[in-house]
């Protein structure tokens, strides 16, 4: 049995009851199969594959808050500081009703590799709570965020670990996380990303992963001779990553038609107005309904059903497996050419396997979105000159990155013999300096 094998054996017994972690590693140890093939005795011997797929330090701890109406509720929080073999820990905290041991380990593994590929000096971690942000009152948010931070202070600071938003984390609940922070600390250092831009954030940090994600799609399509410019692209979700995705998919001169959210979603043939959207999501927090009452033109359809939509480029930007074989089979048959995920693990490995059999262009989301990523980590060095860059600074290294990202990938995929297949490309991409920065650090 091969050395990936044996270890796919191993981390399956261990942790079966966390399909999307069995899943995230699954992807990224098969990818990798022809680079530890070519060190396997090395490899194996240090136990690098064993070493990278168990986090450093997972923390779990109960979050106790009191509602409106004076009950006592009790979440799980969670923290995974899974590698710092090349700089602190940095990932998303994630507030929604599925998290879970598992999602958790799912992202903070990806994590790893995604902030390798951005060349920055980050490690790998995630962390969040099954706390639902929807329907609560301002109070109660900061309630829940005031506990949450009162337990995690401890093991977060601007040199081991800065947390960042996810799904259901914005700027408001940073805000209240980093008050607390000081409060409990002290200390007014750059501990969180996604700041406010009157304590400490990031001009484009908001806009960072949706325009990064297009900087993406951009470069893949000219390096295979297409562009962006005249196409129809589909898009799911309504947060942060698919809203930005959308404006800068319009200023690059293609047509966004579509966005969801977890009720329903919208087409939009005169293209998803964005000035609308922020208005329905951002200021009333309210369900795409409301989208379709400012927009009379616009459809909005209950469930799932983006992808059915005809469309040249797809960007899934919604959450884990949302896109599966069927959606993929639909993208196809409509002649869909590209998919890029602005999510992370949008996309089932039966459907990207589908996307590459059939010629798609296909970006992973741990090159395709690390722009959010990328831009935290200047968020970190902007903190620490105790300076503010202009938003053109902060775009136009993003841009670079992202560029850079995807030429990183582009040729790691060439050199392994799998030209064009990203996904293969940006795992291994990103291991190789992660396994450099371990093997020269010893066992640890
Ligand atoms: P938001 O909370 O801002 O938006 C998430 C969107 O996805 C919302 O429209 C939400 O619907 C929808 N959604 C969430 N869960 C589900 C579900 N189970 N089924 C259907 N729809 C769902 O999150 P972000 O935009 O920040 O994150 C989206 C994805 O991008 C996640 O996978 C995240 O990990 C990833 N990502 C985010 C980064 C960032 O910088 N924010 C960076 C890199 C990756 P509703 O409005 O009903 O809640």
């Not at 005031?146 to 947390?163: N, R």
């Not at 993929?328 to 490995?349: D, I, Q, R, S, W």
Request: with cysteine; hydrophobic share 35%.
């Amino acid at each position: 049995m091969s050395y990936v094998d044996e270890v796919l054996e191993l981390v399956r017994k261990k942790n079966a009851s966390e399909p999307e972690f069995l899943q995230a590693v699954d992807e990224v140890l098969n990818s990798l199969r022809p680079v530890i093939e070519a060190n396997e005795e090395l490899y194996k011997r240090e136990a690098i594959l064993e070493r990278i797929i168990e986090p450093e330090r997972q923390i779990k701890f109960r979050v106790p808050w009191v509602d409106d109406k004076g009950q006592v509720q009790v979440n799980t929080g969670y923290r995974v500081q899974f590698n710092s073999a090349i700089g602190p820990y940095k990932g998303g905290l994630r507030l929604h009703p599925s998290v879970n041991t598992g999602i958790i380990k799912f992202l903070g593994f990806e994590q790893i590799f995604k902030n390798s590929l951005t060349g920055l000096p980050i490690g790998g971690g995630k962390g969040g709570a099954d706390f639902d942000p929807k329907g609560k009152s301002d109070r109660e948010v900061m309630a829940f965020c005031q506990s949450f931070i009162t337990e995690l202070y401890k093991y977060i600071g601007a040199d081991t670990d800065v947390p960042a938003g996810d799904i259901g984390t914005g700027a408001r609940e940073i805000g209240y996380m980093y008050g607390q922070y000081k409060r409990l600390t002290g200390l007014y250092e750059g501990v969180l990303t996604g700041k406010g831009l009157t304590y400490g954030g990031s001009l484009a940090r908001t806009e960072a992963t949706g325009y990064g994600l297009l900087y993406f799609t951009d470069e893949m399509l000219k390096s295979n001779g297409k562009s962006l410019e005249g196409k129809t692209v589909v898009v799911s979700g309504a947060g942060n990553v698919a809203t930005y995705a959308i404006q800068k998919a319009w200023q690059l001169g293609a047509k966004p038609v579509t966005c969801s959210d977890s009720t329903g979603w919208i087409y939009d043939p005169d293209g998803i107005d964005v000035a609308t959207l922020i208005e329905v999501k951002q200021v009333k927090r309210a369900r795409l309904t409301e989208y379709k009452a400012m927009r009379p033109n616009a459809e909005y359809h209950e469930g799932k059903g983006v992808w059915t939509v005809k469309c040249d480029v797809a960007l899934p930007c919604a959450t884990q497996n949302e896109l599966d074989l069927d959606d993929a089979k639909a993208l196809v048959a409509n002649g869909c050419f590209a998919v890029a995920e602005g999510a992370n693990m949008p996309t089932t490995m039966e459907a990207t396997k589908y996307f590459q059999e059939n010629g798609v262009l296909f970006a992973p989301g741990k090159a395709s979105n690390a722009g959010g990523v990328a831009t935290s980590a200047l968020e970190m060095s902007q903190n620490s000159e105790r300076l503010s860059w202009t938003f053109e600074e902060v775009d136009s290294k993003l841009k670079n990155i992202m560029i850079n990202i995807f030429h990183n990938a582009d040729e790691a995929a060439k050199k392994y013999g799998c030209p064009g297949d990203y996904v293969a490309g940006a795992n291994i991409a990103g291991f190789e300096k992660v396994v450099t920065a371990m093997l020269a650090q010893g066992v640890v």
